[in-house]
């Protein structure tokens, strides 16, 4: 595994600090000096279960931190990496958009795991407990709502072949419904959440997107109260972005529904915003490419799904009221297309009719002198693509937008 290189540095240092008893007797314990009242059993374990474990367990996306044992040897390459923001992988900046499926670290979650490592990374237990998780470990299988109305296998005989590299596959599930139905809700569960980056679903005939799964997020799009009408006999899309892998992976998946049996006061309607290819000639980097799109009727955003693709550096997303109010909605800095997420917004936003709503993206083509240590790129016709699910009242007729 990758990274059992990087932990034998850790080891291999521990033996050589070992080797010095007679001659540096501070240095043999393993702890080091303790300078901080933070522990591993209480402050950090309480961060790492909600900020972490829906990557960082055993048979997930990477090592587990669950117990004192996996984290300590982690402790400096943990502050490192939530210092530099790159864990738990989040690109939007705080305060441009407030979300629900948002796992950013606070600035006190900040402050205290760097007083952590800072101050030794004590445990806070007895030794014999350093391989015992001090907190529950959450179950990442199953149904977070219940047992779903209909449960649809997803690329049941897809493999994920050893020493493969990221892709994508796009694998089209009929609902078998008979009848239509009100679908208000649903969750994905993969069988081997290692090589699942993300899975989005849409609904195929109008391209309506229902909702994305990440580790951290198992899905819906759509708030409480909403439904979206699914046809008898159709079938969905499922995109799903599988992970490189050392070892041969099922990439199969179900797919729960949740049925209302009443018409809902609001139905979901489909709305994209994207731009034209741009070309970004190699070498090239921050092209900007920008488009927008006004509302022709009230229109009510939950979510917002991104899809930038390779090669793009940020994203911008603002509303244009038509009283002149700008409203930032989404800032991706420093985005990361390696874990793509939805951003879920806490509060659906109702905007009136006339409300311009503007991406803007940002995009570097590396070429074949990569920048950032980005391979070189096999694209370099860039189309930034947004889906927003929106709402609206169930007795009006559908909203036309005008580009
Ligand atoms: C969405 C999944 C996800 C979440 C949430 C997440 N990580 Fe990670 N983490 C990863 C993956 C995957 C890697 C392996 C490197 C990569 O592919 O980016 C990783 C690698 C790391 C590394 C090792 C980096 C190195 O030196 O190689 C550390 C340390 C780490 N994560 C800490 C954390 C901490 C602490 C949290 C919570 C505050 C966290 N991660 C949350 C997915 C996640």
Not at 125 to 137: C, G, M, N, Q, S
Request: proline fraction near 7%.
């Amino acid at each position: 595994m990758w990274w059992k290189t990087r932990l034998a540095g850790v080891l291999a240092l521990g033996l050589v600090v070992a080797g010095w008893p007679y001659f540096q007797p501070e240095a043999v314990s393993t702890h080091g000096r303790i300078t901080t009242s933070v522990v591993f059993n209480r402050e950090v374990s309480q961060i790492f279960q909600k900020k972490c474990f829906q990557c960082h367990t055993e048979a997930n996306v990477s090592m587990s931190l669950t117990t004192y044992k996996d984290a300590r040897p982690w402790a400096v390459a943990i502050k490192e990496e939530i210092l530099e923001k790159k864990m738990p992988p989040w690109s939007a900046v705080n305060g441009y958009g407030h979300f629900s499926n948002d796992v950013s670290l606070t600035a006190r979650e900040v402050s205290l795991i760097t007083s952590w490592a800072d101050g030794g990374a004590p445990s806070g237990v007895l030794l014999a407990d350093e391989d015992k998780p001090a907190v529950i470990i959450p179950s990442l299988s199953g149904w977070e709502h219940g047992e779903p109305n209909t449960v649809l296998a997803v690329a049941a005989s897809e493999k994920v072949a050893a020493n493969s590299q990221d892709r994508t596959s796009r694998i089209e599930v009929a609902t078998g419904l008979t009848q239509a139905k009100w679908l208000s809700s649903m969750q994905l569960n993969f069988t081997d959440r290692r090589i699942v980056r993300y899975a989005a679903v849409y609904e195929l005939r109008t391209g309506q997107w229902l909702g994305t799964w990440t580790p951290t997020h198992p899905v819906s799009a759509m708030p409480a109260g909403v439904a979206i009408q699914l046809p008898a006999g159709g079938k969905v899309a499922v995109e799903i972005g599988y992970r490189g892998t050392f070892e041969e992976a099922s990439g199969a998946g179900e797919l729960g529904f949740y049925f209302s049996a009443d018409k809902p006061a609001q139905v979901a309607s489909p709305l994209e915003i994207s731009a034209a290819a741009v070309t970004v000639a190699a070498g090239k980097t921050r092209e900007r490419v920008r488009t927008e799109l006004t509302l022709k009727a009230a229109t009510t955003a939950a979510a917002l799904w991104p899809s930038l693709g390779a090669g793009a550096a940020s994203v911008e997303v603002t509303a244009l009221r038509p009283d002149g109010v700008v409203e930032p909605l989404l800032w991706l800095k420093d985005y990361r297309p390696d874990w793509p997420s939805s951003y879920v917004f806490k509060e659906p936003i109702t905007f009136p009719a006339g409300t311009r709503l503007t991406v803007t993206a940002y995009y570097d083509n590396p070429g074949s002198t990569p920048l950032r240590a980005q391979p070189a790129l096999s694209v370099t016709a860039f189309r930034p693509l947004l889906r927003v699910a929106t709402a609206r009242p169930a007795s009006r007729p559908a909203a036309s937008l005008v580009p």
